[in-house]
């Protein structure tokens, strides 16, 4: 064993510099650390493990898959460690960013059993480990060039189904090349030109990456289907206010047509000094007026029906609500993401308030603007104490995973260059979401 020997085997590790780059590319609004100390964390792992393998290729005379592949789960544990996206979507990056380098690593294994035949099985070339490199950094310059096209995917598609199916792809392509080397050079031809290995590479991989591109464009109809389904939804939310409003319109132009009777009843208490009567009928007839009338939170339209709708939901579930909604008019932030973040705010207030009996169910919302251009939302529920949490936040009570409710306010929050937090006592939940207007 020599120094030169190891240095020989060292550059076959280079290729994991693209593949994290590629990794964290799609991730930069999730990492938890700084960019600086992300790259810190991976360089201490890294570098060590480079060295270490190296060595151990060389003490045991083995080839680069049987360190490499123990490795990747480990290195997918410190990745995990590192951004706050949630265990589909973290998983389906690597997975896939893993999948993607192994057609670097069997082409640079094809041109290595070229170039060397005799020396191939024992030894991999440096010429192959440069080659291998410079076609892994070719990846990871695709991946930047559709970094953004990922990250709104991660950010915006919060189907974990959807995301575990490309897992399962990706890793068939990745258990396909890895089971896929040869073990003896002369299995690159098999009795055909050497050239159709890497057509064969170049179609497998051009395959993977139309399934990517379709995964891509089936993620926004997906998503716009939602948006449309929202619309929807809050459409009907106006229709059913705009009803509300007409039947009041309708009582109270029959209030003023039948006022002149309520004139002549107060003339006769009042010329008979009956004060407590002129009273009684004016408190009457002012709670006839006031009791059909819809409920105004703010100018928007759309976001008035969804509060009336919710308070009509809280009033039928025995739930004492103190709202006070202020928010900017004209609207400076999309009506859809204030109408998605206002009705999981609610609904989850409200189921909060269902698992308790009657009587002990509260709800207070506060928004208001400060500075001008800041809204500050502050949500209270009471609610039985239950909860699930871990190092990620809060999990649903209903299902497995995450509260896809408290996620979609965070995502809202995140998009509007702010932050949301959520605790809880033994009786109550805490919304705090801070958005810029």
């Given at each position: 064993?020599?120094?030169?020997?190891?240095?020989?085997?060292?550059?076959?590790y280079?290729?994991?510099?693209?593949?994290?780059?590629?990794?964290?590319?799609?991730?930069?609004?999730?990492?938890?650390?700084?960019?600086?100390?992300?790259?810190?964390?991976?360089?201490?792992?890294?570098?060590?493990?480079?060295?270490?393998?190296?060595?151990?290729?060389?003490?045991?005379?083995?080839?680069?898959?049987?360190?490499?592949?123990?490795?990747?789960?480990?290195?997918?544990?410190?990745?995990?460690?590192?951004?706050?996206?949630?265990?589909p979507?973290?998983?389906?990056?690597?997975?896939?960013?893993?999948?993607?380098?192994?057609?670097?690593?069997?082409?640079?294994?094809?041109?290595?059993?070229?170039?060397?035949?005799?020396?191939w099985?024992?030894?991999?070339?440096?010429?192959?480990?440069?080659?291998?490199?410079?076609?892994?950094?070719?990846?990871?310059?695709?991946?930047f060039?559709?970094?953004?096209?990922?990250?709104?995917?991660?950010?915006?598609?919060?189907?974990?189904?959807?995301?575990?199916?490309?897992?399962?792809?990706?890793?068939?392509?990745?258990?396909?090349n890895?089971?896929?080397?040869?073990?003896?050079?002369?299995?690159?031809?098999?009795?055909?030109?050497?050239?159709?290995?890497?057509?064969?590479?170049?179609?497998?991989?051009?395959?993977?990456?139309?399934?990517?591109?379709?995964?891509?464009?089936?993620?926004?109809?997906?998503?716009?289907?939602?948006?449309?389904?929202?619309?929807?939804?809050?459409l009907?939310?106006?229709?059913?206010?705009?009803?509300?409003?007409?039947?009041?319109?309708?009582?109270?132009?029959?209030?003023?047509?039948?006022?002149?009777?309520s004139?002549?009843?107060?003339?006769?208490?009042?010329?008979?000094?009956?004060?407590?009567?002129?009273?009684?009928?004016?408190?009457?007839?002012?709670?006839?007026?006031?009791?059909?009338?819809?409920?105004?939170?703010?100018?928007?339209?759309?976001?008035?029906?969804?509060?009336?709708?919710?308070?009509?939901?809280?009033?039928?579930?025995?739930?004492?609500?103190?709202?006070?909604?202020?928010?900017?008019?004209?609207?400076?932030?999309?009506?859809?993401?204030?109408?998605?973040?206002?009705?999981?705010?609610?609904e989850?207030?409200?189921?909060?308030?269902?698992?308790?009996p009657?009587?002990?169910?509260?709800?207070?919302?506060?928004?208001?603007?400060?500075?001008?251009n800041?809204?500050?939302?502050?949500?209270?529920n009471?609610?039985?104490?239950?909860?699930?949490?871990?190092?990620?936040?809060?999990?649903?009570?209903?299902?497995?995973?995450?509260?896809?409710?408290?996620?979609?306010?965070?995502?809202?929050?995140?998009?509007?260059?702010?932050?949301?937090?959520?605790?809880?006592?033994?009786?109550?939940?805490?919304?705090?979401?801070?958005?810029?207007?």
């Open positions: 064993m020599s120094v030169r020997e190891w240095l020989e085997i060292l550059p076959q280079f290729v994991l510099f693209p593949t994290a780059l590629s990794c964290y590319l799609p991730m930069r609004g999730q990492l938890r650390f700084t960019p600086a100390k992300t790259a810190g964390l991976c360089l201490g792992v890294v570098l060590p493990y480079m060295a270490l393998g190296a060595w151990a290729q060389m003490a045991f005379h083995i080839q680069m898959n049987p360190v490499l592949l123990p490795a990747l789960p480990v290195f997918f544990l410190l990745y995990r460690r590192t951004v706050t996206a949630d265990l979507r973290a998983l389906a990056v690597y997975v896939g960013v893993c999948a993607v380098q192994t057609f670097p690593a069997q082409l640079a294994n094809a041109l290595d059993a070229h170039l060397h035949p005799l020396t099985a024992d030894k991999f070339s440096v010429e192959a480990a440069l080659f291998q490199l410079a076609l892994g950094s070719l990846m990871a310059a695709l991946a060039l559709v970094r953004r096209q990922i990250r709104w995917m991660i950010d915006n598609l919060d189907f974990p189904k959807v995301w575990y199916s490309t897992i399962g792809l990706s890793a068939v392509f990745l258990a396909v890895v089971a896929a080397v040869p073990d003896a050079p002369e299995m690159y031809y098999a009795g055909q030109p050497f050239h159709l290995f890497p057509l064969l590479e170049g179609c497998a991989l051009a395959l993977l990456v139309c399934v990517y591109v379709l995964f891509y464009q089936g993620s926004r109809l997906m998503l716009e289907r939602a948006r449309l389904e929202q619309r929807t939804q809050l009907e939310l106006q229709s059913h206010q705009y009803q509300a409003l007409q039947e009041h319109m309708r009582q109270t132009a029959r209030l003023r047509h039948d006022f002149r009777h004139l002549r009843l107060l003339s006769a208490l009042a010329e008979r000094e009956d004060l407590a009567g002129v009273r009684s009928h004016l408190a009457e007839y002012e709670r006839t007026l006031t009791e059909k009338a819809p409920a105004s939170y703010c100018a928007n339209a759309a976001l008035n029906a969804l509060f009336g709708y919710y308070e009509e939901m809280a009033a039928s579930a025995q739930i004492k609500i103190d709202w006070k909604i202020q928010l900017p008019d004209p609207l400076t932030v999309s009506e859809l993401d204030l109408a998605s973040l206002f009705g999981n705010l609610l989850n207030g409200i189921k909060g308030c269902r698992t308790l009657e009587g002990k169910r509260r709800f207070s919302l506060t928004t208001e603007l400060r500075q001008g800041s809204l500050y939302i502050v949500s209270t009471s609610f039985n104490g239950h909860v699930r949490k871990g190092k990620n936040g809060y999990y649903s009570t209903r299902h497995d995973g995450r509260g896809i409710g408290l996620a979609s306010i965070a995502a809202v929050a995140e998009k509007y260059n702010g932050s949301a937090r959520f605790s809880n006592s033994d009786t109550e939940f805490f919304i705090d979401v801070v958005l810029r207007v």
